[in-house]
């Protein structure tokens, strides 16, 4: 399969690597409106560089789309007009509008899905597996300052992925919300039922930090989104006396996870799902959700 990646920004370039690294494709192309920058990815991962995004898009079966967010919208338009099946990196558009549009566009014979790159995280299903009936759910999502970082706020960089993974994996149903934010630091709680679920993301802080902590009756899980690790910390079942205290016996288990890069499941899966013809997993109609959460955070904290 001819694949080809539109933008080489940072995410682009990651894109071009792990498809010069994967077995189904055949010839990479690469666009940029940067002729230079193209250019030079191309020779890092043997592509071929296109002089235009038509010469690129007559040229494979298959692209990632990894320009700027405010021209996802313009740029698939234009894939989806040329017959290619197409990965967009989140968010699927600026606007929940455009989004819907889009949707409206997609053919019936093209596979279009989008990259929340932590659905593909090898934490995810674990945690869903274990899960049970959870008190309460934090996800925390903190990011040391970065000059690359320009245009939306830290709630559709970051916060978003946690969004994805809280409304497409581990809840679903009527939800109510309550939030506060800067552009650089977001605090939102959402509630479940009777359960809360509270997500932070900063772009202000001194530590990178991606985890998720679920309190349940009879245990606490934590998981860390970089290492891939899940720890599960047991109710003792009893407690003993020592030098006068009282000492708490925790029992501990490590979760075994099998550590992948999630970029490279990702599309090893989109390109499973175009030869296959079956849905890629995070659908537009799920991305498009996401987008109007992240809507509903900046309308409540503008009101």
């Not at 968010?91 to 997609?106: A, D, M, N, R």
Request: net charge negative.
């Amino acid at each position: 399969m001819d694949v080809g990646v539109i933008g080489v920004g940072m995410m682009g370039r990651n894109h071009a690597r792990v498809y010069s690294e994967l077995k189904g494709v055949d010839e990479l192309w690469l666009f940029d409106l940067n002729a230079e920058a193209a250019g030079e990815v191309a020779r890092s991962t043997g592509a071929v560089p296109a002089d235009s995004m038509g010469e690129l898009l007559r040229s494979v079966d298959a692209v990632s789309l990894c320009v700027p967010t405010p021209y996802h919208f313009a740029s698939a338009k234009e894939v989806l007009g040329a017959g290619v099946h197409v990965l967009i990196e989140k968010p699927v558009c600026l606007t929940s509008q455009e989004g819907e549009q889009l949707i409206g566009l997609i053919p019936d014979d093209l596979v279009v899905g989008v990259g929340h790159i932590e659905r593909f995280n090898p934490i995810v299903p674990e945690i869903v597996r274990i899960l049970g009936d959870p008190l309460y759910v934090e996800m925390k999502r903190h990011n040391p300052f970065s000059s690359r970082v320009n245009g939306g706020s830290v709630v559709e960089d970051l916060m978003i992925h946690d969004i994805d993974i809280i409304f497409h994996a581990l809840f679903s149903g009527p939800y109510t919300m309550d939030a506060a934010c800067t552009f650089d630091v977001c605090g939102a709680l959402f509630e479940f039922g009777k359960t809360p679920v509270y997500l932070s993301a900063s772009r202000r802080a001194s530590k990178k930090v991606r985890s998720v902590t679920i309190e349940m009756e009879e245990m606490t899980v934590e998981g860390n989104f970089m290492t891939q690790e899940v720890y599960v910390y047991r109710k003792p079942e009893n407690y003993h006396v020592e030098a006068q205290r009282y000492v708490q016996e925790n029992i501990i288990e490590k979760v075994m996870v099998g550590k992948v890069e999630p970029l490279r499941t990702e599309l090893a899966t989109f390109l499973d799902c175009v030869k296959s013809g079956r849905p890629f997993p995070v659908t537009p109609a799920q991305a498009v959700g996401n987008v109007r959460v992240c809507e509903s955070i900046a309308r409540q904290v503008h009101a």
